[in-house]
């Protein structure tokens, strides 16, 4: 069973929101809505530290829709309008949504929105319309800190792949979208602590995020 997710090295990531901005461009989101925000984490008391500068540890935390095993939204959409696919994203059918927002309310992470326009409920969608085309979700593909990756869970997160800061004589969109590397191939050492995810509250999330040597907050 296929379950495509982003994972994110946190102690890669500068905050610098191109995620954020590009997500925006490629899906048309409308002015003062995200489908991926950046937060700030901190600055928090660091281990065995005063609490006062340079003991305090800060990170960035891409925050988007989880695309998680078990949906809340999906459990309580009335038209079957958000749907979990087979790929294991979770998605929106805009022709069955009646923008009624149980799905939002039901979402633990807040990141869908009422489309005030067409008055249907939008949120990420891993950009399916990249993916089922080979492509990487936007935000995967613009991070210049190669700190997201995308892939599936089943092939496990050492595949997951990145767009590599390689070129040639041709750069073109197509070549360039071929450079790739591996999540192996790039981030530094990690062990099973170092990994981890937003809370559960029974919806058991996919996306999958990479912090060493600092306290999770996200717990």
Not at 8 to 29: E, F, H, I, Q, Y
Not at 37 to 58: C, E, M, Q, T, Y
Not at 90 to 119: H, S, T, W
């Amino acid at each position: 069973m296929t379950q495509y997710a982003i994972v994110t090295d946190l102690n890669r990531c500068v905050g610098c929101m191109a995620c954020s901005v590009a997500c925006k461009v490629v899906n048309n989101v409308p002015v003062g809505n995200y489908w991926n925000k950046v937060l700030r984490i901190g600055p928090n008391p660091a281990k065995a530290g005063s609490g006062h500068f340079p003991d305090v540890d800060l990170y960035f935390l891409p925050m988007q829709c989880q695309h998680c095993e078990n949906p809340a939204c999906v459990d309580v959409c009335p038209t079957e309008a958000s749907h979990k696919t087979a790929d294991g994203t979770v998605q929106i059918d805009k022709e069955k949504c009646i923008g009624c927002q149980f799905c939002a309310m039901a979402c633990p992470y807040g990141v869908r929105y009422l489309n005030e326009e067409e008055r249907v409920v939008e949120k990420c969608t891993l950009c399916e319309q990249k993916v089922a085309q080979g492509e990487l979700p936007q935000c995967v593909a613009q991070c210049g800190g190669m700190a997201r990756f995308f892939g599936d869970l089943d092939a496990g997160i050492e595949s997951f792949e990145t767009l590599t800061d390689g070129f040639d004589t041709d750069r073109s969109y197509e070549t360039l979208m071929a450079h790739r590397a591996t999540l192996a191939e790039v981030v530094n050492p990690y062990t099973e602590a170092d990994l981890h995810h937003v809370p559960d509250t029974g919806n058991k999330p996919a996306f999958v995020y990479i912090l060493r040597e600092r306290d999770w907050q996200g717990e």
